[in-house]
């Protein structure tokens, strides 16, 4: 059964760069035919897509209002893939998950989730 | 993108059915029969329950059902149990740039 964890610091300051890694267990992503997907959602509130990368090309997928601060990448070398949110502030304040994806969404995996805090 | 519309709650007693509503427009929703549901217990990471409109993946009970018309798309729990006291989120594909987008998410009630 495939796994996903995310990794990365749980506290970072405001105008700081958000880095998180998503590790897949379990089984191979290249040439899956998947996708991994950010999400996050903050404390009290709904679930925001981020962004996806598709496995096998690294093609990336990224929400409009989120587009020009957010990189995701894959090293599937590693079983990693990653999310990078420049330019952070109190706003991106949030529980963030990754998960794997087939086309057109269905998020079948998902990471158990990270809270990450940003101070001012 | 704006998020898909849900109730904020619903509620019912065990054994009875609820309806979890989701409306969208006829770019999401009603372009494309590819809405999911989730379900997210309190600090736990969410659960697919249905893809692709209707179909269930396996290991999730037959209790879950899913339907839509139009622009809207609705979850089903019939034979309501403690356990299914939880939220529930709705996902469409969105074919734009921006290409999920999440529902307001309903938390349910089981009285």
């Known amino acids: 059964q495939l796994q996903l964890q995310e990794s990365g610091p749980g506290l970072i300051e405001s105008s700081e760069t958000l880095s998180l890694t998503c590790t897949v267990s379990?089984?191979?992503?290249?040439?899956?035919?998947?996708?991994g997907g950010w999400i996050r959602q903050p404390p009290g509130k709904g679930l925001e897509w981020i962004g996806s990368?598709?496995?096998?090309?690294?093609?990336?997928y990224y929400n409009t209002s989120l587009k020009s601060r957010v990189t995701i990448s894959v090293d599937t070398s590693r079983s990693q893939f990653s999310l990078k949110l420049i330019s952070v502030t109190a706003a991106d304040t949030a529980v963030y998950y990754c998960a794997r994806h087939g086309d057109y969404g269905n998020y079948v995996q998902w990471g158990q989730g990270t809270l990450v805090t940003v101070s001012s | 993108q704006s998020a898909l519309t849900q109730p904020a709650s619903v509620s019912g007693s065990p054994g009875q059915s609820i309806t979890i509503s989701c409306t969208g427009a006829?770019?999401?929703?009603?372009?494309?029969?590819?809405v999911s549901w989730y379900q997210q217990h309190p600090g736990k990471a969410p659960r697919l329950m249905i893809y692709g409109v209707s179909n269930r993946p396996s290991g999730v009970s037959d209790r879950f059902s899913g339907s839509k018309s139009g622009n809207t798309a609705s979850l089903t729990i019939s034979g309501l149990q403690p356990e299914d006291e939880a939220d529930y989120y709705c996902n469409s594909y969105t074919g734009s740039s921006t290409l999920y987008v999440f529902g307001t998410g309903t938390k349910v009630t089981v009285l």
């Open positions: 990368v598709y496995f096998n090309t690294g093609s990336t």
């Open positions: 006829s770019s999401d929703v009603g372009a494309y029969n590819y």
């Open positions: 379990g089984g191979s992503i290249s040439s899956s035919g998947y996708y």
